[in-house]
């Protein structure tokens, strides 16, 4: 028998030597290459169609379905941040409008308080005016009669040194009295 197993061995060693190619080439196995080929593209078949084709169609739908989710989260985020800048303008107008009604209200104000001021200080000008006109009246008053009464000496100076004697009181003080009239 071990004879036997020996000259098949060297029978098939002789074989493949007298063909001088590859046994894949070999016309007399190709029924038997055929039979195998379709066995192992149906196995290959049935295992993709019924394992992983089915996982990643359900991870293709997976990421079709978080693509739209965030899609639609997007949109509302976008919508969100148009109200928000809406309301950020809206918000940015009224502080322009408030800061526009404080100055106004603040330029009546300082021009309220101004008049008063004003008012206060021609106030106290008319006031210290009349004052002042009062006491140059009074210094008016007093100049008067002290011109007069440098007039009524020096008229009496000149008269008696013109050698007029003494002159009568009541006749200098009318000539006077006429004279600064006018």
Known sequence: MAETAHNVASAAHGGEAASGGMPQLDFSTFPNQIFWLVVTLVVVYL????????????VLADRQGVIAKDIAAAEDLKAKAAEAEEAYNKALADARAQAQDIIAQTRSEIAAELADATAKADAQIAAKAKESEARIGEIRAGAVKNIEAVAKDATAEIVTALGGGKPDA????????????G
Request: proline residues 4%; without cysteine.
């Open 47 to 58: 295992i993709l169609s019924r394992v992983a084709l089915p996982r990643v169609a359900s």
């Open 170 to 181: 009541k006749a200098l003080k009318a000539a006077i009295a006429e004279r600064m009239k």
